[in-house]
């Protein structure tokens, strides 16, 4: 009898122990937060890890800096795009007792540049992207990281380190991040993951598109809701919405795979939510791809097309480059001289660009580099690789970019602070921005033609989305070119591209509202004569082009638009999760493509 009534009594703490581990804490879905200063301590430079992290580190020597401005407007920079920053504080009674009920917390850091690693205590916690020499770009949206209990100090102060890189010297926190801690809610500790069943995110037939959804709770507490997955087009028509419900046990996981079969050639939006209470918890947005291309975006090139582009060729012929070399010894000091060349293009436009020459004796392959829509100056490589660089920047960007520019592309009434070079002069096909831009493509050929060392049969051109778009153009309006390889092109399908990008459509908007007495057939009609679909089917040289699956600046269905009408040898290669940046994979596949179309070693 004594020891069924101990059995009893054993069973019952069993039970209750059970229950009130699945008890869900008051503090489960209203997060204590903790807010600190914007003042950070900061000192450029790779740093030491296992000293620069560490709580004991004396760091008073560092500059203090907010996050509410760049490093760059507090006279502050990076080393080597290397940077550390680092911060102390101290847990509120209440944010104490509100963490050790969840067993969790989360740091808040607001948004930073390039990749990071991210310390509490001396010990990594987080990291996003991959630092040189293999640098891959990190998260583009704020950092949030779930801190365990036992990572925490209940006394004194926590130590907060964050060792960043940028590109450039881009990194850093992004002007207005705020820095807070709060303790961990049950979505805080829900783990969302998909996995697309093709690794690059780009599907061909006969497969359907295919796609695993995962969810995980870390809660020691039951998290039911609800999976919903939705499918539009990349332009958002509709296609197909699944809804599922959901029971997680502690520390349970939950999977589901979705199909679609048999779509349309073209790329399409996916999104997975899960929701708790009527209320999204998690959230994953992504693009995939279906036989790209066969994606249907014919040319709409009008009757005088090419007698426009061949005047326009004889017009810039005209034109004495008269180039000048300006040397930059500061630049100069490892195996090039570089220069800064002065020329003239079409119109009399003075443009620049960096050269480098090599510091040997020989002729050289080239790469003809070129910008971004509204980029910084693009400085040329200076570690020897075999070829000789020429970056150019285009009229009233980079290199030309001056005040006196400015006011002359800062042409709309409504928005004087706006530089719109895409909308300057829509009323004149001859007088158009881009006429004079794409004939600038063709004075940088001019250029390394004319130099002594340069082989001018090998040139190749490259460049990412405005650059990418001036590569195609290269490529079409110069037979000069041998190789090239554009990365994530602009300037392709107006007509689609203005459905599926919120950009550039709305400076488009802002002429219109402008310009009342603009017609959009009509503009379209103008940009037929500078849409480089238009212009890639005069494309005779092998060309590579590289696409981020997730780009909504340059969106892929507009890279295919153009990539689809060449005619010569041709291939691509997707980065599948990246947006508006050429990937150092597909950066590495252009230069080996470069090389084996020019034949150097």
């Known amino acids: 009898m004594k020891n069924k009534s101990i059995l009893i009594a054993s069973f019952a703490l069993l039970i209750g122990f059970l229950i009130s581990c699945n008890q869900v804490p008051k503090n489960a879905e209203q997060a204590v937060i903790g807010s600190y200063s914007d003042t950070w301590k900061f000192q450029g430079g790779e740093g030491q890890t296992g000293s620069w992290e560490t709580l004991g580190f004396d760091d008073s020597s560092w500059k203090d800096v907010t996050t509410q401005q760049f490093l760059r407007a507090q006279d502050a920079a990076p080393e080597n795009g290397f940077g550390w920053y680092r911060k102390k504080v101290q847990l509120s009674d209440s944010l104490k007792s509100a963490i050790k009920e969840v067993g969790a917390a989360v740091l808040h850091l607001g948004r930073l540049g390039g990749c990071e690693e991210i310390y509490i205590n001396g010990k990594l916690i987080s990291k996003t992207g991959e630092f040189p020499p293999n640098y891959v770009r990190g998260t583009a949206g704020d950092i949030n990281c779930v ?183 500061e630049l100069s000091k490892q195996d090039y001289d570089v220069y800064i060349v002065e020329m003239q293009s079409f119109g009399n436009e003075t443009v620049k660009g960096y050269y480098a020459k090599p510091k040997r004796e020989g002729k050289f392959p080239v790469i003809v580099e070129y910008v971004g829509y509204g980029s910084r100056s693009q400085l040329p490589n200076q570690k020897w690789d075999g070829f000789a660089y020429f970056v150019q920047s285009t009229r009233g960007q980079a290199l030309n970019r001056t005040p006196e520019s400015d006011a002359i592309y800062s042409h709309s009434p409504s928005r004087k ?171 590495e596949a252009s230069t080996a493509f470069i090389k084996e179309k020019l034949n150097v070693k």
């Open 147 to 329: 801190i365990t209990e036992d990572q925490l100090n209940d006394t004194g102060d926590n130590l907060i380190a964050v060792k960043f890189y940028g590109a450039g010297n881009m990194g850093g926190f992004r002007a207005g991040s705020k820095t807070s801690i709060s303790s961990a809610t049950t979505n805080d500790k829900l783990a969302l993951n998909v996995t697309v069943a093709d690794l690059d995110y780009i599907f061909m037939s006969p497969n359907p598109i295919s796609i695993t959804v995962n969810l995980e709770n870390k809660n020691n507490w039951n998290a039911d809701g609800i999976l919903v997955v939705k499918l539009t087009t990349d332009d958002y028509q509709s296609i197909k919405a699944d809804s599922v419900s959901v029971q997680m046990d502690r520390n349970g996981n939950f999977s589901k795979s979705f199909e679609f079969s048999n779509p349309d050639p073209g790329f399409y939006r996916y999104t997975v939510q899960f929701k708790r209470n009527a209320k999204v918890a998690l959230e994953k947005k992504f693009n995939v791809g279906f036989e790209p291309e066969k994606i249907n975006s014919p040319i709409d090139a009008k009757p005088d097309f090419k007698a426009f582009w061949d005047n326009s060729l004889k017009e810039l012929a005209k034109v004495a480059p008269k180039y000048k070399l300006i040397p930059q010894p």
């Open 417 to 587: 602070d706006l530089t719109q070079w895409i909308t300057y002069r829509l009323d004149n096909k001859d007088a158009y921005y881009y006429r004079g831009a794409f004939l600038d493509v063709v004075r940088a050929i001019d250029f390394v033609c004319s130099r002594p060392e340069i082989d001018s049969e090998k040139i190749a051109v490259r460049g990412g989305s405005q650059g990418g778009a001036f590569s195609f153009v290269a490529a079409a309006l110069d037979k000069r070119v041998k190789a090239a390889a554009p990365g994530i092109p602009f300037l392709s399908d107006y007509r689609d591209y203005f459905k599926i990008a919120p950009w550039p459509k709305s400076d488009f908007d802002i002429y219109v509202n402008d310009h009342p007495e603009a017609k959009w057939d009509d503009i379209y009609d103008l940009l037929t004569y500078f849409d480089v679909k238009n212009l890639t089917q005069w494309i005779e040289c092998p060309v590579i082009m590289g696409i981020g699956v997730q780009d909504d600046v340059c969106p892929p269905h507009t890279n295919f638009a153009a990539y689809n009408q060449v005619k010569s040898e041709k291939r691509w290669i997707a980065a599948p999760e990246e947006a508006h940046n050429v990937s150092r994979d597909i950066h």
